[in-house]
């Protein structure tokens, strides 16, 4: 046996796997913390703080516009964090985003208001947004294939939602600080400098995550690549040459799911919610704590659909999800607008089901789609525009539709169409669940990615043991059919 074959087929220990799983948790729940505290901020005084003079309706659509320009800059980091990620590794990637991510959050924390100084208050608000948005851009790429690639083959779904857990964790820690600060220093205190305390916050938080993401080993797919000097050497051009359909079907996937979850994480539905001249005018206190038990419901519904994906499969799981999303969609702003607490948690925590269904099984699905050369490139990429696509401006598009209209039926109608082109997309795609995700596989990983398909993963491949072995994380491989209803196989052991 070579080498090469040797780091396919060496099994990453128990206790490194459960390290990287910790530090995916982590490391994740920092970023979104980050880059969620933003965009709780936006929903409740940023408007007030940074865009004033441009009115109080107008301020608001500005305040939701900022959060959707960093989305635009999310490519960029895709793009940066997959070449050099294919290249350099994924612990170096997620170590520098960790980095960027909090200094830009430490600045937001120090920065003076518009009242301050002027028309620089907001530039450099929106500035320090786009680093953020940069950051986030590599950081999701990373996180994900660190622990899917560290993973037993018939575990990925379960540790692939490790990473995606840390989107609900964000939320809920950043929702949990402002839901505080507005308690301990309410009113005028809160606008002065209340608001600081959870970005400032952020430097502790970088501290840790970065002492844990030193600490683990790195992915044992890319050190095999390292090993063989088999690093693509442009791969973001392989990946749009080659698989430019896939990137897009991917992104449509996460866009279906990321356009509703928007809807909090965005702030949407805290301003809608606490928005004194509108429908509701709930105080902002209990709208927060609202959101942030919805976080808890979302955690555990994204962890279990990981869970879940890896026994009925990647795609039966979205299937499942996009219709109890769409029916939470549906019953979002009718129990929102019964102007109660307890009907607001009702609706956001069904919405979170949902949510959870649609996002667990990603990190799982997108790595097991892409071949080992460009994977990093791949999922970054598709997950960066994914997040254009979906989230980036959906609470303004939703408050412009509600502005306009008066009615929150405009934007239950786009939230629908957003859902169903997730369906659509997940439709065309297969479910590739199992398949040896090693670069010697990389040939039988650029067949078969569309429904319909079918093809043998690791044609030498033997049945798990009667032990029930786990394969490793990179050496899988079973026969695939068309996946939605037939995919039912255990994946074995690597032949090769």
């Known amino acids: 046996m070579s080498a090469a074959s040797a780091v396919t087929t060496s099994p990453t220990s128990a206790r490194e796997r459960r390290k990287v799983a910790f530090a995916a948790v982590i490391g994740t729940t920092i970023e979104w913390y980050d880059y969620f505290v933003y965009a709780a901020a936006a929903g409740l005084i940023f408007g007030q703080l940074f865009f004033e003079p441009a009115g109080a309706q107008f301020a608001v659509i500005i305040s939701f516009a900022s959060v959707g320009i960093s989305f635009l800059f999310r490519p960029l980091g895709a793009f940066l964090a997959g070449h050099y990620g294919d290249k350099l590794g994924r612990r170096f990637i997620l170590v520098v985003t960790l980095i960027g991510m909090g200094a830009a959050t430490v600045l937001i924390g120090l920065l003076p208001t518009y009242e301050t100084i002027g028309l620089a208050a907001p530039l450099l608000l929106i500035g320090l947004r786009i680093l953020q948005g940069i950051s986030a851009g590599g950081e999701w790429g990373g996180a994900v294939l660190m622990a899917v690639e560290h993973a037993p083959g018939h575990r990925r779904g379960l540790f692939g939602a490790m990473p995606q857990i840390g989107v609900p964790l964000g939320l809920l820690l950043a929702s949990a600080m402002m839901a505080m600060m507005t308690a301990i220093f309410p009113g005028d205190a809160f606008l002065q400098w209340g608001w600081r305390i959870p970005f400032l916050f952020s430097i502790v938080l970088i501290g840790v995550g970065y002492w844990i993401r030193r600490s683990v080993e790195e992915s044992p797919v890319f050190a095999e690549i390292a090993e063989r000097r088999e690093q693509a050497s442009a791969p973001v051009v392989s990946l749009f040459a080659r698989y430019a359909p896939l990137v897009l079907l991917a992104a449509c996937v996460f866009a279906g799911n990321n356009a509703v979850g928007y ?180 040939d039988e990983q650029t067949r078969g990615i569309y429904a319909g398909s079918s093809h043998r993963t690791g044609p030498h491949a033997m049945p798990a043991t009667a032990s029930g072995q786990a394969a490793t994380a990179s050496g899988t491989g079973h026969d695939t059919t068309d996946d939605a209803t037939t995919n039912t196989d255990r994946p074995g052991t690597a032949g090769h």
């Open 263 to 442: 809807m909090t994480t965005g702030g949407y539905v805290q301003h809608y919610a606490t928005d004194p001249d509108g429908p509701v005018a709930l105080p902002p206190g209990p709208v927060l704590w609202a959101v942030t038990i919805s976080s808890v419901t979302w955690l555990l519904s994204t962890f279990v659909a990981g869970w879940i994906s890896d026994h009925l499969g990647r795609k039966n799981t979205y299937l499942l999800g996009w219709i109890l999303q769409g029916a939470a969609v549906v019953a979002l702003f009718p129990l929102v607008n019964t102007a109660t607490v307890g009907m607001l948690t009702l609706a956001l925590v069904l919405l979170t089901i949902g949510l959870g269904l649609t996002y667990g099984p990603q990190a799982a699905w997108y790595t097991e789609l892409f071949p080992a050369s460009v994977r990093f490139s791949g999922v970054s990429i598709s997950y960066a525009l994914g997040s254009i696509i979906g989230g980036a401006f959906a609470p303004m598009i939703a408050q412009s539709i509600q502005q306009a209209t008066g009615s929150s039926t405009g934007v239950t109608v786009y939230l629908l169409g957003m859902t169903v082109i997730g369906l659509i997309a997940t439709l065309i795609l297969r479910d590739r669940r199992g398949i040896d995700l090693s670069p010697n596989a990389e």
